[in-house]
């Protein structure tokens, strides 16, 4: 698995971007924001339990990932048809503010290395890339275990500060100096 360092893959990938008839889906490349921060969060499958409930409360805290100027992108191993039929079928979907990626030939799942060895489905995974392209962050759960999102946006805040953050800071509080005495 990618991990602290690397830099994203180069990709470039159907994704599903409104239920608008006739403007539902868009190519999307490693290009495609740039000068943002990125937050990529992969699922195994759509029609699933665990997903939506990941997937739904990233959608309600988008306006916090934009605030900080980050691009939430939600990935699976899916079609873009079936990313629509979802959306269009989960009444918690339905809305969602950012794009769901396609990866079909299993190529960023892959090149990211979260590809489930024996399933062939995408990892709960969730990577924080800075504007640079490189990952900042990295985090794998078991398929049967959600993510916890406030937890993702508290780690790019951290990041963001590009200072020492404490075990369970939050933004707003006071960071560490490395000359301060213990």
Request: aromatic letters at 8%; hydrophobic letters at 40%; one cysteine or more.
């Amino acid at each position: 698995m990618l991990t602290i360092g690397d830099h994203l893959p180069s990709y470039s990938l159907q994704a599903v971007v409104s239920r608008e008839p006739g403007k539902e889906f868009a190519p999307l490349t490693n290009a495609s924001h740039p000068g943002k921060w990125l937050v990529l969060f992969a699922w195994p499958m759509d029609f699933t339990f665990v997903c939506p409930t990941e997937i739904a409360a990233f959608g309600k805290k988008n306006a916090d990932f934009t605030d900080r100027d980050a691009q939430l992108l939600g990935l699976s191993t899916d079609s873009h048809f079936v990313h629509l039929a979802w959306r269009n079928n989960h009444a918690d979907l339905k809305d969602l503010p950012f794009p769901m990626l396609a990866d079909t030939k299993r190529e960023l799942t892959s090149a990211l290395g979260i590809l489930h060895k024996t399933e062939g489905v995408a990892l709960r995974a969730t990577f924080i890339v800075d504007p640079t392209g490189a990952i900042r962050w990295a985090s794998v759960n078991d398929l049967s275990v959600g993510r916890n999102v406030d937890e993702v946006l508290r780690t790019l805040d951290a990041l963001q500060t590009d200072e020492l953050c404490p075990c369970n800071w939050k933004k707003g509080e006071k960071t560490l100096s490395a000359a301060e005495p213990r």
